[in-house]
């Protein structure tokens, strides 16, 4: 088995051919072991073979750099899983440009019955909180699976609110498994790790340029069954996504949001040029996927059930007075400061209501 991973590694990085063409050869003998062993033969009897085969058998196999990365994967307990192993993503196994092989530090339980992936601006607004909450929320009595980039922004939030709900999410990364990027996001790496994973197709040692960012979005794309799109300029990795995801013959879901707001330009231009479909709440995408409803309970009389009657007041009056400052709240319900603070503090952490500058609170 090692042998195996190193030879795939090994074949990953072979110079003279492109990632499409190490694919096919790979799928073509069923393993990087098979075409080693036709590249050690090295003698007539080719000459039936394609020019790209020949370039493969008879090129330096890098085995020194392959073991040294098999070396750092054991270290580290990293699965690398190529695209003839029955564990590699099984959505993502169609689409034309998949990578090769994948690092996967985590679990490897790709093949769940739903995945959706979410993305948008790394400026993410209140309004993106909110339609996160509901969204992953409303998806939670299904067997879901979330992927998004781990850039800041959205992608955070998507990871952050799945972590909550106890579902499992996949972050995918545009460098190597030695380094995490942002470095705001390595607690949340972590706990990721516990419940879904991390995922690239980058070796360690590779930084995070610009050109593997675009590459890293047609994983995200490819693996998962639908793509929404939250908040997004005309331009950027979450329209690249978008795009790679519609051309993969995948659902693709916009928020509209307002019309004079830069951050809604893309999702607009999506749905303009009938690449996505617009994203209301969760049940409309659930009917639209065809996937199982809830219970008609809704989420709020859920929440009220498990909210004493000075949390539901509290949450009543941000809701219709919102953003609402600390010491209005106290004026309006009558409650000390401290008795306040602490019912807020709970609200906050049930992903009720969010905190904003100046001590402003409103409704998720």
Not at 50 to 61: E, P, T, Y
Not at 347 to 353: N, V, Y
């Amino acid at each position: 088995m090692s042998s195996e991973i190193i030879y795939t590694i090994a074949l990953s990085i072979l110079q003279g051919l492109n990632d499409i063409q190490k694919k096919s050869i790979l799928e073509f003998y069923g393993s990087a072991t098979k075409v080693f062993e036709e590249h050690l033969k090295q003698k007539d009897g080719f000459t039936e073979l394609n020019f790209f085969q020949k370039n493969i058998l008879w090129a330096q196999w890098p085995l020194q750099e392959a073991e040294k990365e098999f070396n750092f994967l054991i270290k580290h307990q990293i699965k690398c899983i190529s695209v003839v192993d029955p564990t590699y993503p099984n959505r993502l196994v169609h689409c034309k440009d998949a990578p090769l092989l994948l690092y996967v530090k985590g679990s490897d339980q790709f093949n769940l019955p739903q995945l959706i992936s979410i993305v948008g601006t790394r400026q993410a607004t209140v309004q993106v909180n909110k339609v996160i909450h509901e969204l992953i929320e409303g998806l939670s009595h299904l067997n879901i699976g979330v992927i998004s980039g781990m850039a800041l922004g959205v992608d955070g939030i998507a990871h952050q609110t799945a972590l909550k709900n106890k579902l499992t999410t996949w972050g995918v990364l545009a460098h190597g498994l030695d380094n995490i990027y942002p470095n705001q996001h390595r607690r949340l790496a972590i706990e990721m790790i516990q419940q879904g994973g991390l995922i690239t197709e980058c070796r360690k040692g590779t930084i995070p340029l610009p050109y593997f960012f675009p590459k890293r979005n047609r994983i995200v794309a490819g693996m998962s069954d639908l793509t929404i799109v939250i908040e997004t300029e005309i331009k950027g990795g979450s329209m690249i996504t978008a795009n790679l995801a519609f051309g993969y013959d995948r659902e693709v879901f916009a928020v509209p949001g307002k019309i004079h707001d830069p951050k809604s330009k893309g999702c607009l231009h999506l749905i303009k040029h009938n690449k996505a479909s617009i994203y209301h709440d969760p049940i409309h995408l659930l009917e639209n996927m065809n996937w199982p409803a809830p219970s008609q309970i809704s989420m709020q009389k859920q929440l009220s059930l498990v909210l004493d009657p000075t949390l539901q007041s509290i949450l009543l009056l941000i809701e219709m007075q919102g953003p609402i400052h600390r010491d209005e709240l106290a004026n309006h319900l009558k409650i000390n400061a401290s008795m306040l603070a602490s019912h807020l503090l709970s609200l906050e952490m049930q992903g009720c209501i969010h905190l904003l500058a100046g001590n402003l609170y409103c409704k998720l």
